[in-house]
């Protein structure tokens, strides 16, 4: 894992100084900076949060704040599949977390992972997707399901894997 | 072919996209042109994410209107467009038993609309949509024939108060700033909707982004700032889109930039995306963040108005505020001051969600009863449940039951049955919601959204949601009842912030209202039947026909049977998912 984000930190490095670059000189640059980040990587690896925080000279203490405090910023890399599980007061009243235990128990993660050994999945709740009319909300890979059933999910996310495995 | 216009509007909101509007407005594009016909599909609808008309549980929903006839469908999939287009728009005959119902008018004739006027009417990706409903007229009028201080008197003669939560008098506050002198003021719009149950903001910048940007407008000539910023979820991807589009033409327009319209005034709007923290919707903390710190409160005073981003005077308004400062100029102090209470003036837009039929957004003057709202608007009680209480102000609000309906709804009056209007998340609780499982959905959102800052609300709201947990397996004591209580009270008063200070709220009115829920699980029962580690299941092996299908749906592997055969359960696999409760049709899977 180590290396090979460091290889990829080195072959994009072009582009991640030009995404530094631009918030020289700027104020209140922390968050929009580990945002592009992420968007380059999927998350944001050390490597590239303290090489950006050293260029911009900015405590990397900082960065590291910012970047735990935002529950929007992923520290470590994430599967390849997205479920996210809307646990919004809407979807918690209709039957949200019935979902999420579902999925959890299919995944087998264990408690407090929420990616896949074979980072296939990643499972998240979220507070709230904006969609509470047809609650419950489950996205799966930023497609939108509403009134969404358990084990209707369910099957989906096992039919995503079985592809996984032939793929 | 003799109809002269024909034209298409598909709601295409968050809702409308997840019921497929997007498949079913490419079916409109191709086969309208594979027809041959003049159509102009547009999305019309904007207000979506729930919908255009608010009403998104009904998606996708599309109108049909030829030579100025409005037909009005639900629940449209790709599929039903052909005959949309064969009957009503060549055939001219509309299809029926398509058209909406009865309930759907019933769900708009006693809203009043203000702010969601025009969302899902006009293309919210237009300007030129916008400035066809009047829109801009009152940054003319406010840029070249208002001084700012009539432009301040206006909003305060109005009585509009601030949607954001607080209630605080949107013109007062602009009037502080006005009085304050400083080389740079700033405008902030807080587009940060972090109650989990609550969706206008996001609903009135994805369907009419122009007049939040034309109320910033007005609201920064008036009281003299020269920069404006919108704090925006990163979540609202669309709105977002929409927003950045807007404000671009806003810019080629000449209402945002350099000499606005020529008179000699500088301001434009600049977006921060918030990165997913409840507490960044409080004020101090959403600087904080803008400025590129933690997103932490601070003590106040001093208010933004005297010392807020980078230390200088700043207004921060919610977006529904805005939103109704145009309209408010348009239209006068005293139109907008005819509709509410006394105290309450305008209308409200409301997040009505749960266990209600009509689910969607609605604007109702202030002071409409809770019954109106919930079963004229909202049609009554999802599957005719037994109603049981509405939640309003989210996690920093209160339960309101069923012997308080007629209750008007304002700021004051829910604030004395310990509730809040809040940002507006109105969500309906039905018989099969267990009142302390509320409770504590709140306080783990509050809890793992406290900042860390200050004690009482680091360490209270999770000593409270201990309590909590305790009580909804079935371990809890009377006395924990009692500290639940004191504990709540302490923290209540001992917080920094509005986060802390109100996050003991749902507790405390559930602990008044439901206290038997509360003493039901001490005993180890939950009388709604929803907290998972009180309930047992079991087959009637009498009413079980042997279909298999719990079989086939537990996850687990606790139910055994051969076919047409009596089915098991084994107790000891049993995860207690409910799985097999839902699948069965024959009613024989117990749950007590
Ligand atoms: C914990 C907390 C969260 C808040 N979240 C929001 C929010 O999401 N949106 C909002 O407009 N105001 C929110 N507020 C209220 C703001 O601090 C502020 O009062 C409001 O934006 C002022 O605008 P208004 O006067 O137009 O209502 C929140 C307050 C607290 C204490
Ligand atoms: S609560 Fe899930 S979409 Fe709002």
Redesign the interface.
């Known amino acids: 894992m180590q290396s090979q984000t460091g290889f990829k930190l080195a072959t994009s490095l072009d582009e991640l100084r030009e995404v530094v670059d631009k918030y020289k000189d700027t104020?209140?640059?922390?968050?929009?900076i580990?945002?592009d980040i992420q968007e380059h990587f999927g998350y944001l690896p050390e490597e590239a949060v303290e090489w950006a925080a050293d260029r911009l000279e900015i405590p990397r203490s900082k960065f590291y704040?910012?970047a735990t405090?935002?529950?929007?910023?992923y520290l470590t890399p994430r599967g390849k599949n997205i479920v996210t599980v809307c646990?919004?007061?809407?979807c918690?009243?209709?039957g949200s977390e019935?979902i999420l235990?579902?999925l959890t128990?299919?995944l087998n993660l264990p408690e407090g992972q929420n990616t896949t050994d074979d980072m296939i999945f990643t499972l998240e709740k979220?507070?709230?997707?904006?969609?509470?009319?047809?609650?419950p909300?489950v996205i799966i890979n930023q497609k939108?399901?509403?009134k969404a059933?358990?084990?209707k999910i369910?099957l989906q996310v096992k039919k995503l894997g079985k592809e996984e495995d032939q793929a | 072919m003799s109809a002269k216009s024909i034209e298409i509007m598909v709601c295409m909101g968050?809702?409308g996209?997840?019921?497929g509007g997007d498949l079913v407005m490419d079916a409109f594009y191709s086969q309208l042109k594979a027809a041959g016909l003049e159509a102009n599909v547009q999305k019309g609808c904007s207000a979506h994410?729930?919908?255009c008309r608010g009403?998104?549980?009904k998606?996708v929903l599309v109108d049909v209107i030829v030579d100025d006839n409005k037909a009005t469908y639900e629940y449209i999939k790709e599929d039903m467009v052909e005959r949309l287009i064969e009957e009503h728009i060549k055939g001219g005959k509309p299809v029926e038993e398509w058209l909406v119902k009865e309930d759907y008018h019933n769900f708009h004739d006693k809203q009043v609309k203000v702010v969601l006027a025009d969302c899902g009417n006009i293309d919210p990706e237009s300007i030129d949509a916008y400035i066809g409903v009047e829109g801009y007229k009152a940054q003319e009028k406010v840029f070249k024939n208002l001084a700012p201080t009539e432009t301040i008197e206006i909003i305060k003669e109005s009585g509009l108060r601030g949607r954001g939560g607080a209630g605080f008098p949107t013109g007062f506050k602009w009037e502080l700033c006005f009085k304050n002198e400083s080389d740079q003021k700033y405008i902030i719009c807080n587009a940060d909707?972090?109650?989990?149950?609550?969706?206008m903001d996001?609903?009135v910048i994805e369907g009419n982004p122009h007049s939040v940007i034309e109320g910033m407008a007005i609201g920064a000539f008036s009281f003299g700032a020269s920069i404006g910023y919108v704090y925006i979820r990163?979540?609202?991807p669309l709105a977002v889109e929409r927003l950045y589009l807007a404000l671009d033409q806003a810019r080629q327009k000449n209402f945002l930039g350099k000499n606005i319209l020529g008179t000699g005034f500088d301001f434009d709007i600049k977006v921060?995306?918030g990165?997913?923290?409840?507490v960044c919707g409080e004020e101090t903390a959403l600087i904080a963040?803008?400025?590129?710190?933690?997103?932490m409160p601070r003590a106040k005073p001093p208010f933004p108005v005297n010392s807020g981003l980078?230390g200088k005077p700043t207004v921060i308004n919610n977006v529904e505020t805005l939103a109704n400062i145009p309209a408010i100029i348009r239209n006068g102090a005293e139109w907008f001051a005819s509709y509410g209470t006394e105290k309450s003036k305008g209308t409200k837009v409301f997040?009505l969600?749960?266990?209600v039929k009509n689910?969607?957004?609605i604007e109702i003057p202030m002071g409409t009863t809770l019954r109106t709202i919930i079963f004229d608007i909202g049609g009554g009680i999802e599957n005719d449940k037994k109603f049981k209480a509405v939640?309003t102000g989210?996690p920093s609000g209160g339960c309101i039951t069923e012997d308080m309906l007629d209750l008007n709804v304002d700021f004051e009056s829910l604030a004395k049955v310990g509730s809040i209007v809040g940002s507006g998340?109105m969500?309906v609780?039905d018989e099969d919601?267990c009142m302390v499982d509320?409770a504590k959905?709140?306080l783990q959102?509050t809890q793992s959204e406290s900042?860390g800052k200050c004690v009482p609300c680091r360490i209270g709201t999770k000593r409270l949601l201990e309590i909590l947990e305790k009580i909804t397996i079935g371990e809890g004591t009377a006395e924990d009842l009692v500290r639940l209580e004191k504990l709540a009270k302490d923290v209540q008063s001992a917080s920094l912030c509005g986060l802390g200070m109100t996050a003991p709220n749902p507790v405390l009115s559930t602990l008044k209202y439901f206290r038997d829920e509360y003493e039901a699980h001490l005993e180890g029962r939950c009388p709604a039947k929803a907290c998972r580690q009180l309930l047992t299941y079991t087959i009637d092996a009498e009413a079980c026909t042997g279909c298999g299908a719990c079989k086939r749906?537990c996850?687990?592997g606790a139910i055994t049977g051969e076919k047409k055969k009596p089915h098991a359960l084994d107790q000891e696999l049993c995860?207690k998912?409910?799985?097999c409760f839902?699948?069965c049709k024959f009613n024989s899977v117990g749950r007590e």
Do not use: M
């Not at chain 1, 979220?126 to 609650?135: D, M, P």
């Not at chain 2, 909707?193 to 969706?199: I, L």
């Not at chain 2, 990165?275 to 409840?278: D, I, K, L, N, S």
């Open positions: 104020q209140g640059t922390t968050i929009p580990l945002q704040g910012v405090f935002y529950s929007q910023f646990s919004g007061t809407a918690h009243v209709k019935k235990n579902r128990r299919d979220v507070n709230c997707v904006g969609a509470c009319s047809i609650a909300v939108v399901n509403g059933a358990a084990s369910a | 968050t809702g996209i997840a019921a994410k729930v919908g009403l998104c549980a998606d909707e972090g109650d989990p149950g609550a969706f996001r609903s990163a979540e609202y921060k995306l990165a997913g923290a409840f963040s803008i400025e590129g710190e933690r997103g980078w997040a969600t749960g266990k689910s969607g957004l939640q989210g998340g969500i609780l919601n509320v959905y709140f959102f900042c749906a996850p687990t995860v998912c409910g799985a839902d699948t």
